[in-house]
């Protein structure tokens, strides 16, 4: 019994690094911190590839940098196993850094004084940053989950490499939009956890942390189609400026193609092919946008929705190939609010809170049958405030197949009104193809309510 007792006891000896004495040793740390072999091959793999970048890059430069394809993976292996000596505390792991610190510290202070191509004081820290992340790699590779470990390699040897591109895109964005996404980014990331997850009147079952939500992911995939649109001009054009505009918004981008058709007869067929392209999109975004809220709700409107969204894109070939467009391209569809300034958003954020009024005491008055009628009336403004109301559960009296007509009727309302935006702004006939196929869409999508709610059996 007392030989099993001594046993275990060195077993639990060596497991925490001491020797059977009680002292620790080196021996028994090192074999208790010893990471899987394949751990090795990420970290030269690793660091081979992050000096093979830095070695590229400053293949052309006249002076000599401290760096490469030899340095990095050297530096990764030194800083491996100084973590592993002592993983808990780390003493051997910062000493090594301090060294490798001054060690740079030496090499910056003489090059500071080398001017660089412009004839400038060589001020940059890229060198030193790289060598500092040659160093600390080792331990991230052999001390941390894998995805960390190559994530922040190729993100900077991405920044590394992408020099030249992200300082054209700094000089092309204006500081307006930095300051706007600035703000936005404050208050998701300060406001938001300190909404309340619960509802604040007994008037509607949203709370405010909902609300909230449904904002950013609406402002989230517009600003993505903004930005798109606002920057990548230069590069893509003509349909694939209709189906940004769709991401955005078919509205908005139905009016901008009408008006472009009136006044340019050489783009009338493309932007008859645009509109209607833009509406397709539509129902992808309001599929999208469903499915980060409720994603049950996501797999009843995919039939109805895909199938709207195909016989879209059916009509969007047959206007591309049958009206023979001429090769010249749309102008940029210009979009004049940013989604994610805050008058946008406080905009959205009370059209969200009247919806969520409005449809709860619609349900309680008049049942399912009123929240159709609201759906139809709904569509004629902005029809993502009224969706994402009903995918966060702002009706709760309301079954989820009466919710999926709802959705379904509120799009083709809104098509009526963009047909009819398109008529206007074009004078009647320039877009009349686009017209016809917007307030085709909007019956089909009726037919569509029609027949889910006589199969659903909800009259109301």
């Known amino acids: ?48 590839f992050l000096g093979l970048a830095f070695e590229d890059f400053f293949a052309k430069a006249d002076t000599r940098r401290p760096g490469g394809v030899r340095t990095f993976p050297i530096l990764s292996l030194a800083g491996g196993t100084l973590y592993l000596f002592d993983p808990t505390h780390l003493v051997p792991f910062t000493a090594g850094l301090l060294v490798v610190g001054i060690w740079l510290a030496v090499f910056y202070n003489r090059h500071i004084c080398e001017p660089d191509e412009a004839g400038e004081s060589s001020v940059g820290l890229v060198i030193l940053l790289l060598n500092f992340l040659a160093y600390v790699l080792g331990a991230v590779a052999l001390g941390l989950p894998n995805w960390i470990a190559v994530g922040t390699t190729v993100a900077a040897v991405l920044l590394l490499t992408g020099r030249e591109q992200l300082h054209d895109l700094a000089r092309r964005v204006e500081i307006k939009e930095i300051v706007t996404a600035g703000q936005f980014l404050i208050l998701t990331g300060l406001i938001l956890p300190l909404l309340p997850a619960h509802p604040i009147s007994s008037l509607t079952s949203i709370t405010p942390r909902q609300a909230w939500l449904a904002l950013v992911a609406v402002c989230t995939v517009s600003y993505a189609s903004y930005i798109a649109q606002r920057y990548w001009a230069a590069s893509i054009g003509g349909l694939w400026m209709a189906a940004l505009g769709g991401l955005y918004s078919s ?77 010249q391209e749309p102008k940029q569809i210009a979009m004049n609010r940013n989604p994610l300034e805050l008058g946008t958003a406080a905009i959205f ?101 029609i027949a889910m709610a006589s199969l659903g059996g909800n009259t109301g």
């Open 1 to 48: 019994m007392q030989a099993t007792t001594d046993i275990g006891k060195l077993a639990y000896q060596r497991e925490i690094g001491q020797s059977p004495a009680g002292v620790r040793g080196l021996g028994f740390t090192l074999m208790a911190n010893i990471p899987p072999i394949a751990n090795f091959g990420l970290l030269l793999g690793l660091s081979f």
């Open 251 to 327: 509205t908005a981008t139905t009016v901008v193609l009408a008006r472009q058709a009136k006044f340019d007869e050489a783009i009338r067929a493309q932007a008859q092919a645009g509109i209607t392209l833009a509406t397709a999109i539509m129902y992808l975004r309001i599929l999208l946008v469903v499915a980060v809220f409720n994603t049950a709700l996501a797999r009843r409107l995919a039939i109805p929705l895909l199938i709207l969204c195909i016989a879209a894109l059916l009509i969007v070939a047959a206007q591309w190939w049958l009206l023979q467009p001429s090769h």
């Open 349 to 449: 954020s009370v059209l969200f809170v009247v919806t969520s009024l409005l449809s709860t005491w619609v349900t309680a008055e008049f049942g399912t049958t009123g929240v159709y009628w609201l759906a139809a009336i709904v569509g004629f403004t902005d029809i993502d405030p009224f969706v994402l109301n009903l995918a966060e559960g702002g009706t709760a009296a309301v079954p989820m197949d009466a919710i999926v007509v709802a959705i379904v009727i509120a799009t083709s309302s809104n098509n009526v009104l963009k047909a009819g935006y398109a008529a206007f702004f074009s004078g009647g006939r320039a877009v009349l193809p686009s017209v016809i196929a917007l307030l085709a869409l909007a019956a089909a999508g009726g037919v569509f309510a």
